[in-house]
């Protein structure tokens, strides 16, 4: 399997206007129902190309890979008609080649630069880690392995986020909505894989994930994506219970392929209180306070 999925023979904007267009409800549009039976769920071609002002061989051609002569006007309204959020707008026109090109990434270096590496280590109240694109993880510091687990006692291709989310079981236990984080992990990934369909790596990633887990197989085929925003989670730590955190991403200017991810809990809440917990059992287990009790709100 390649970066981008091959459905369709690697057609990732057909696959994608098809599973856009299939996620619509036709009446909410305007189309009635005419009686007619619909061989598919959502919107017909005929009625994505009424919406979008094009004709419906074009459409046609579009879905099927005959033609990747696409203006950005026609983009635009194709993206209109079909109410593509701000992340399936900007993946629309990357997949359909029309986003100026930019420049290539230097070779991918393995390490993080040092005094990145020295960040980390300074952040004594903060989870952190370095990641790349593919959510490789880079580098840590040593809350971000009392969070999430010991990073340093796995092999280096099996220090990865979404790797870890689906393949791991005790990694899975840590999430308390198992299913949402992962639903966001693969449209992460699938927006990645359209902006780097050449990622020989992020091809072996979605490959392997593909053949070893049924979920990541259904959601990748939904054809969902989604860019950085601001998240909350909640883990199910093993020592302090649930922990719900703030996850900020921070974009690495000198690595442009690489960013920095902390985790940080409300100020006065339980979350701290067992954030705090955590960190210093890491820093020293024989020293640590009483486990936290308060409940979560």
């Known amino acids: 399997m390649d970066a981008k999925g091959t459905a369709s023979g690697g057609n990732e904007l057909g696959d994608f206007l098809r599973a856009r267009r299939a996620g619509l409800d036709p009446q909410t549009l305007g189309f009635p129902d ?5 061989r598919v769920p959502g919107l017909r071609r005929e009625e994505l190309a009424q919406l979008a002002h094009v004709s419906i061989d074009y459409v046609v051609r579009l879905e099927q890979g005959r033609t990747r002569r696409v203006s950005r006007p026609v983009l635009d309204a194709l993206a209109d008609a079909l109410q593509l959020a701000p992340d399936e707008r900007d993946y629309l026109f990357t997949v359909a080649d029309v986003t100026p090109a930019t420049t290539p990434p230097a070779a991918a270096r393995p390490n993080v630069d040092p005094q990145l590496q020295q960040l980390l280590s300074t952040m004594h ?23 999430l687990t010991d990073f340093a006692a796995l092999a280096p291709a099996e220090r990865n986020l979404i790797r870890l989310t689906f393949l791991d079981e005790d ?32 091809a072996t ?6 053949l070893h887990d049924p979920d ?16 909350t989670k909640t883990y199910l730590h ?22 920095l991810i902390a985790y940080t809990a409300p100020p006065d809440s339980p979350s701290q209180d ?24």
């Open 216 to 231: 990541f197989r259904t959601w990748w085929a939904d054809h969902q994506v989604r860019g950085p925003r601001q998240l």
């Open 34 to 38: 005419d009686g007619r039976m619909r």
């Open 125 to 147: 109240d903060v989870p952190a880690m370095i990641l790349n694109r593919r959510m490789d993880v880079l580098a840590w510091n040593r809350g971000a392995a009392a969070l």
């Open 171 to 202: 990694f899975r236990a840590l999430y308390q909505d198992w299913t949402r984080a992962a639903r966001e992990c693969v449209a992460v990934l699938r927006m990645e894989a359209g902006r780097h369909p050449k990622d020989r790596a992020l």
């Open 205 to 210: 990633l979605i490959g392997e994930l593909s």
């Open 238 to 259: 093993p020592l302090a219970g649930p922990i719900t955190l703030d996850v900020q991403q921070f974009s690495v200017d000198t690595r442009p392929d690489q960013q």
């Open 274 to 297: 067992a954030l705090r917990f955590v960190l210093q059992w890491a820093a020293d287990p024989g020293k640590a306070p009483a486990t936290p009790s308060r409940p979560e709100a």
